[in-house]
């Protein structure tokens, strides 16, 4: 519960923040950040977290400042919509410039194009529009769940959100520029940078052919409104399917390439071992024997209804969450009161396209006492999720079926 001495405290931190030009400023509330933690996550992670405020944010899970790492509660997560200020935020660089729209330039080129140019807001604005519904997923999110426990942000559930994102084809972009034959990837930059410390910076590519996919977008608008400035303001890029580290924020340069695009956030970050995932979407380009970018997300699903351990009443329970997947589209998702044994189908809400979050609900009798509940979702074209997690150094992918215990 947000009391009003704590909005009071909030604004008093962030006038003082505003004075000596930090950009944001948090909220000390340790115990209720805690409290919010996904079960499971490292035992330390309660030590530092917080319940931080980013100007234009609800409170969310601040598992790191600087950098800003802030995870959405479930709580937001109960509409296949996102909020735009409950939706979290990820960054490798704690240097994240305020755009301005007025002066903002995408400069458009590469030796992979025939041609370079510059676009501004308006100008990407003049574009045919498209709007898709799409994820948002830190291939990281669930990482703190990992049994062993893994290096990096360790986040529980909420490293993910879905808007109905508005802009202009890449495609559409990259025509203006006219591709070579030899162009193999289309690379991304940002407007931020490493601070003072050495961190390289934020470049990342993507195929020509998920590039030239007409869901591939530059996104100026999130659920009707401009992005958020944590969400990229002014333009991002939306690579639906895709987990979020594509998903490039503030960007200020695409560039073809027709070697492919290297540095530290191409490899080693971001990749997967080769043949451990049922990926079917291959970024070639990139691929080594051992070791192969992340695509696609795999298919998973979340309750967000309840918190594992929550207390309900004897009777008549609904519970209810998300399932997602890399874009082939949700099928079903099953529930199993008795540890797997037998399911039974949820019922399915509104379906926003194939790269959205898809709601659905269950109900079930609970009974006096502890009632445990599994959740797996299955996608269109077959494919579930794992009962054991498929261990891997960063890890990425967690899509382990939830349990949740409720007592009646
Ligand atoms: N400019 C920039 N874009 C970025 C990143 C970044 O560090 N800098 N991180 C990426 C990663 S890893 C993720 S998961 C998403 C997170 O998007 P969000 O912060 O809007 O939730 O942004 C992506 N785009
Ligand atoms: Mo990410």
């Known amino acids: 519960m947000i009391t009003r001495r704590h909005l009071l405290e909030a604004a008093g931190a962030g006038a003082a923040a505003a004075a000596t030009g930090m950009r944001f400023a948090t ?16 035992a330390g992670v309660a030590s530092y977290v917080q ?15 600087r950098p800003p790492n802030y995870e959405t509660p479930i709580e937001y997560l109960r509409t296949p919509i996102t909020p735009n200020d409950a939706f979290f935020v990820r960054y490798h660089l704690s240097d994240i410039p305020e755009v301005k729209a007025e002066t903002y330039r995408l400069a458009v080129g590469g030796e992979g194009a025939n041609s370079a140019l510059e676009l501004s807001l308006e100008d990407l604005k003049k574009m045919p529009a498209v709007e898709v519904v799409a994820v948002n997923q830190c291939s990281g999110n669930r990482r703190g769940l990992s049994k062993p426990h893994v290096a990096g942000v360790e986040w529980g559930y909420g490293a993910m959100g879905c808007a109905r994102w508005k802009g202009a084809r890449l495609k559409d972009i990259l025509d203006k520029v006219g591709l070579k034959k030899e162009a193999i990837e289309i690379a991304f930059n940002g407007a931020d940078g490493p601070a003072v410390d050495k961190t390289p910076d934020f470049i990342k590519s993507i195929p020509v052919w998920k590039a030239m996919d007409e869901n591939t977008i530059v996104a100026y608008e999130m659920n009707g409104e401009p992005l958020p400035h944590f969400n990229g303001f002014p333009a991002r890029v939306i690579v639906p399917g895709w987990t979020g580290t594509y998903w490039m924020k503030h960007v200020i340069s695409i560039n073809a390439l027709t070697r492919p695009q290297g540095g530290f956030w191409m490899n080693p970050a971001y990749r997967i071992p080769v043949g451990k995932f049922p990926i079917r979407d291959r970024f070639i380009t990139q691929e080594n024997a051992t070791s192969t970018p992340i695509t696609e997300m795999v298919v998973n699903s979340l309750i967000t209804s309840h918190r594992d351990g929550d207390k309900v009443k004897v009777g008549k329970v609904v519970v209810s969450g998300l399932a997602w997947d890399g874009g082939y589209g949700i099928r079903s998702v099953d529930v199993s009161t008795d540890g797997g044994r037998s399911w039974t189908a949820a019922i399915l809400g509104p379906d926003l396209g194939r790269f959205a979050f898809r709601p659905w609900h269950f109900e079930f009798t609970a009974r006096r006492g502890r009632n445990t509940l599994t959740v797996n979702a299955t996608n269109k074209i077959g494919q579930t999720q794992t009962s054991e997690l498929i261990f891997n150094p960063a890890g990425y992918h967690n899509n382990v079926m939830q349990s949740i215990t409720l007592t009646a």
């Not at 909220?27 to 409290?35: G, I, L, M, N, Y």
Request: hydrophobic share 40%; no cysteine.
């Open 51 to 65: 319940m931080g405020r980013l100007p234009g944010k609800r409170p969310l899970i601040q598992l790191a400042d």
């Open 27 to 42: 909220v000390a509330r340790a115990e209720s950040a805690a409290s919010r933690l996904t079960p499971g996550v490292p």
